[in-house]
């Protein structure tokens, strides 16, 4: 079978690593993809957000399923566009992605269905919010209703702070709105908790957690991600039937009444308070980096779960893992989540020698004439799979310095919280 993957992150080569270990799968193209996928897949240096392009490309090389990794595409309307042109497509249509491209959406389903979440208001203008702000809890959370890379969600500890963010994405900061939605603060432990679906039966795909400050002792600004692992510590059968019972099974039923259905994995971001799951927000696609963390993991073919929720046959699927635990430290470009260089080489790569159960899994990497060079914030990230978190990530630092890249910083705690100091 031919596979196309959609996008350039950790997240993607993962996905093309798992698929390339598939008897199924002869031959993975990546979308652009990234120095490391190039290893493994042929990168196609073409726009995904020109669809029509997209769609010529498939068609001329008898691509049989896509694989989209992030999620603009998907809010934009990619899987509608390509299963129109009768092109199997792994991922949500557009209607099902709003799951993820419009919190105020989510929230209205957590309202009408009673999903477990934190309380809120959406307010149209700075003084409708400014009324709210004199009376309400600190600290308040505020939100920019789309996409907005992580960076739309502002924690306020007082009211000028609180005006200031609702100031800066009515101004468009993150894009176009006239709505934005504030939250009362949740205080307890996340965990994200994965789904993948067929649009007809689902299947628990794992739990992890991400760190996504940028400095040690989860401090600083917030990053797509700077490390995760997986398992969650919180993960135990009475939360996990918890979650589905109070959270993912209403999201789906809301989307059956809506006249459609969810097709992909879906991120389920949760704030665990006292052993309720509350819902933070809905992805629409696989973690970056949690994706890096699980699928070594995954003893199923990955490739045969795609096909089966391609074909909606995945309650024909036994989906196994690993009883490992897995961790997962990024090398990000120095300066990242604000300015940083791009283009450093990366030298040293070729001499790690990897055992089993370590990956390097590139992000933002370029390769320019056989050498390797820096494309991005987060660059790399190394992965263990192994039955001790202290061990792996002990090791994985040993890699890392090993590597000694000049252009690169990383947190030295990731997974603090399962490793005794
Ligand atoms: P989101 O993009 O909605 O996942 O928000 C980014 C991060 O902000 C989350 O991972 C949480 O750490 C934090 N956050 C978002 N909403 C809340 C909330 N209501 N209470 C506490 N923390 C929150
Ligand atoms: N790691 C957070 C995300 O993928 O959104």
């Known amino acids: 079978m031919k596979v196309v993957v959609i996008g350039s992150g950790g997240r993607e080569h993962a996905i093309c690593y798992s698929l390339s270990n598939s008897r199924k799968v002869s031959k993975i193209y990546c979308i652009?993809?990234?120095?490391?996928?190039q290893s493994i897949a042929e990168n196609i240096d073409i726009d995904f957000n020109n669809f029509k392009?997209?769609?010529?490309?498939i068609k001329l090389n008898k691509i049989d399923i896509v694989i989209v990794g992030p999620e603009k595409p998907l809010v934009d309307g990619i899987v509608d566009y390509l299963e129109k042109k009768k092109i199997k497509v792994f991922g949500p249509n557009t209607l099902a992605s709003k799951l993820e491209g419009s919190k105020i959406f989510t929230k209205k389903i957590c309202e009408k269905y009673k999903i477990p979440t934190a309380k809120f208001g959406i307010f149209k203008n700075a003084e409708q919010s400014e009324k709210f702000f004199e009376n309400c809890n600190y600290p308040i959370v505020v939100k920019a209703d789309g996409l907005a890379s992580g960076k739309g969600?502002?924690?306020?500890?007082?009211?000028?702070n609180a005006l200031k963010a609702v100031n800066e994405i009515f101004k468009g900061k993150?894009?176009?709105t006239n709505e934005v939605l504030t939250e009362e603060f949740l205080d307890g432990e996340e965990m994200s908790f994965f789904i993948i679906s067929d649009g007809k039966t689902f299947k628990q795909f794992g739990t992890a957690q991400d760190h996504k400050r940028v400095f040690e002792?989860?401090?600083?600004?917030n990053t797509g991600g700077m490390g995760a692992y997986s398992p969650s510590r919180l993960e135990n059968d009475e939360l996990n039937k918890k979650i589905l019972r109070k959270i993912v099974i209403p999201t789906f039923n809301s989307l059956k009444d809506l006249k459609t259905e969810f097709k992909g994995f879906l991120y389920v971001g949760l704030m665990i308070v006292k052993d309720e799951p509350y819902l933070i927000e809905y992805n629409v696609r696989m973690g970056d980096p949690e994706c890096q963390t699980i699928l070594p993991k995954l003893k199923t073919d990955l490739f045969e779960i795609i096909e089966a929720c391609v074909n909606k046959n995945l309650d024909k699927i036994d989906i196994e893992w690993f009883e490992d635990k897995s961790i997962c430290v990024v090398l990000c470009?120095?300066?990242?989540?604000?300015?940083?260089?791009?283009?450093?080489?990366?030298?040293?790569?070729?001499?790690i020698k990897l055992k089993k159960n370590e990956f390097i899994f590139h992000a933002g990497t370029k390769n320019i004439k056989n050498k390797i060079f820096s494309n991005g914030g987060r660059v790399l990230n190394f992965v263990i799979r192994s039955d001790n978190f202290k061990n792996a990530r002990n090791d994985i630092i040993k890699i890392i310095n090993q590597l000694n890249w000049r252009g690169g910083f990383f947190r030295k705690d990731i997974g603090y919280k399962v490793i005794d100091k």
């Open 53 to 57: 392009n997209l769609e010529n490309f």
């Open 153 to 160: 969600v502002y924690i306020c500890e007082d009211k000028i």
């Open 174 to 176: 993150f894009g176009k």
């Open 333 to 351: 470009s120095k300066g990242y989540p604000d300015k940083f260089e791009n283009e450093i080489e990366i030298e040293n790569l070729e001499n």
């Open 32 to 37: 652009p993809g990234n120095a490391g996928t």
């Open 217 to 221: 002792g989860d401090k600083g600004k």
